[in-house]
């Protein structure tokens, strides 16, 4: 594990990972095992179709009691896109600018490692953390859910896992940019969990308001989930929004990290 | 150890200057390190020591001026640089949940070394612990976990930004020897102090920088050969102490009736031949420490008062100019 500075990274993170993990699982397994009552509850569909439209526009599923359905309006459309969010921001965040304020870079970089390798380590470490992150998820989905006779397609599970993922790469990759640039994670956390939270509501809202639909397309939050990726698999051009995106945002983290002072 | 350039200077700086806001940083820093030698960085908290060691590792680029480190530019190759560098940063701070032997090997991995041997002669040498949590050691043990950690891969130009901070002297005496050791072996120390009898103990030649301007750059012994020195006579009778003010060596005189103390600079032989006109009861002579010598350059120029530095012929001698800049120490 202390090979490099990735598994390092991962190594020094492992007890805040396994944190994410179990209570992102205890998240899960709970929401999937309540799903037979709310299903089997008597009265159910009738009080949902009773529910105005605009009312359901804002829950954003029409069809509550599908597996689908009730697993996108209660972990896949807000919760878990979310959790990915300041997973992402935390790791993008600590990434350098967390070194920086811990005063462990100095040390850090007298070894024989460019800037360059710096921050694309910690990059991967961010993502390798996302994934494990999402393996989790879909375990704790996908498992509970065979229990409960949810019948759920299990690629398109890894669909909305893999978006999820995504969705916190980007964002991850823009806390990184600010903290790699700036050196401040107080900065990167908060442009990035504030970012995060807007992309949320503009993503929500934007619809909503007359003219203004175009507006939800500037939204991270859009190309995550707007695809419905757990009912119709990856879109390809969503997913590859939100990877170059994060991409962009790594590289920019680069170059700017390459060019300042540290540690001022 | 070999080197791309093993002729150049360990470090040479031209001109070096750093400034963050108004009153921090350095200002047209020349300095050379020669191979070999143990360079003495000197001066108080906040005159811009470790401003001109982070400069030279490239950890913040200068606003004008070069830096050279073994021939090569600090900027323009610096990983290439850090391979052969040993660094200890001031006012460091290691990651407190590794122990210190996790964080040699993690180091050692990132240079591509293999062999911790020499590690751990130098941690067992210093008394280091190695296998609790570096959160757990004291401030002294965490001073000894970097100090292993600058010089475990045997680097060519060792860089310590005041390395004995905490560190017990039993224990000092022993990284004084294992600096005198990296020098037998060719290699290079520079380090920065704000302690003058340590500089004299281990240097070869010191640098003396206040409000981030070099006031000095000396050997040690010629700057002990400066430095001023206090003679005091006890004549049988009063003497006239006007004769011995009126010689250019003799910077102040101090008369209680028949003894005479006078600050010398240079030589003593006229003072010796006017004062053997009278009878001489008793002569002490104190050679000035280091401590003094700091003090002649750092206690001159405040705001109006105009002291001279000492003058002097072999010592390269920037007169200090007034309310400059000063870093961060």
Redesign the interface.
């Known amino acids: 594990m202390?090979?490099?500075?990735t598994t390092?990274t991962l190594r020094?993170g492992r007890r805040a990972l396994l944190w994410w993990a179990l209570g992102l699982s205890g998240l899960t397994i709970l929401t999937v095992a309540t799903y037979p009552a709310v299903r089997d509850m008597p009265g159910m569909e009738e009080l949902l179709e009773g529910l105005p439209d605009a009312i359901l526009a804002l829950i954003g599923e029409s069809d509550l009691l599908s597996p689908e359905g009730y697993l996108n309006s209660q972990l896949f459309g807000a919760i878990v896109p979310l959790l990915f969010l300041f997973f992402g921001v935390a790791a993008g965040a600590g990434a350098i600018a967390g070194e920086e304020e811990?005063?462990?870079l100095?040390?850090l970089?007298?070894?024989?490692?460019?800037r360059t390798r710096v921050a694309l380590e910690k990059a991967l470490a961010m993502v390798i953390g996302l994934v494990l992150l999402g393996a989790i998820l879909w375990i704790a989905t996908y498992l509970p859910g065979l229990a409960v006779d949810m019948d759920l397609d299990p690629m398109n599970l890894v669909a909305v896992v893999v978006s999820a993922c995504l969705f916190g790469f980007f964002m991850g990759g823009f806390a990184l940019m600010v903290g790699g640039s700036s050196g401040s994670r107080g900065l990167a956390i908060g442009l990035g969990a504030a970012l995060g939270v807007a992309a949320y509501l503009v993503n929500s809202l934007a619809p909503l308001v007359e003219g203004l639909d175009w507006l939800q397309r500037l939204s991270p939050f859009y190309y995550y989930y707007e695809a419905d990726p757990l009912r119709n698999g990856l879109d390809p051009v969503h997913a590859a929004v939100l990877g170059v995106g994060g991409l962009l945002f790594v590289l920019v983290a680069v170059i700017g990290f390459r060019r300042r002072?540290?540690?001022? | 150890m070999t080197s791309a350039t093993p002729d150049a200077p360990a470090i040479r700086t031209d001109g070096l200057t750093k400034s963050?806001g108004r009153k921090r940083g350095i200002i047209d820093v020349d300095l050379e390190v020669r191979r070999g030698e143990i360079f003495g960085y000197l001066g108080p908290n906040g005159a811009g020591k470790s401003t001109t060691i982070?400069l030279l590792?490239d950890?913040?680029?200068p606003n004008s001026g070069t830096a050279t480190v073994l021939g090569q530019p600090a900027h323009g190759s610096?990983?290439?640089l850090?391979?052969e560098?040993?660094?200890l940063?001031g006012?460091?701070?290691?990651?407190p949940?590794m122990t210190g032997r996790?964080l040699f090997?993690?180091?050692a991995?990132?240079?591509g070394m293999k062999d911790l041997t020499h590690a751990e002669e130098l941690a067992e040498r210093l008394e280091t612990e190695l296998d609790r949590p570096i959160k757990a050691l004291s401030h002294g043990n965490k001073q000894k976990v970097?100090l292993v950690?600058?010089l475990m891969h045997k680097p060519s130009l060792v860089i310590l930004d005041e390395p004995t901070t905490g560190l017990d002297p039993l224990i000092q005496q022993e990284f004084y020897r294992i600096l005198d050791e990296v020098r037998a072996d060719g290699r290079t120390v520079f380090l920065s102090s704000h302690v003058l009898a340590e500089v004299e103990r281990i240097a070869d030649r010191v640098g003396i920088v206040r409000e981030g301007r070099i006031a000095v750059i000396s050997e040690v012994e010629t700057l002990k050969r400066q430095a001023r020195r206090k003679l005091e006579f006890h004549f049988e009778s009063q003497v006239p102490e006007e004769d011995f003010l009126r010689l250019p060596e003799v910077v102040e005189v101090r008369t209680d009736g028949r003894i005479l103390e006078l600050t010398v600079e240079g030589s003593v032989d006229d003072i010796i031949k006017l004062a053997s006109r009278y009878t001489v009861l008793n002569v002490l002579s104190r050679e000035q420490d280091l401590e003094e010598v700091f003090l002649t350059y750092y206690a001159a120029p405040e705001p109006d008062e105009h002291a001279d530095p000492p003058s002097d012929s072999d010592a390269s001698v920037n007169a200090p100019g007034p309310s400059e800049p000063a870093g961060e120490g």
Request: charged residues 30%; aromatic residues 10%.
């Open positions: 202390l090979r490099t500075i390092k020094d811990n005063r462990t100095d040390l970089l007298a070894n024989p490692v460019s002072d540290v540690g001022v | 963050y982070r590792l950890l913040i680029r610096a990983v290439r850090r391979r560098i040993g660094y940063p006012e460091m701070a290691l990651y949940r996790e090997r993690y180091f991995a990132l240079r970097g950690q600058a």
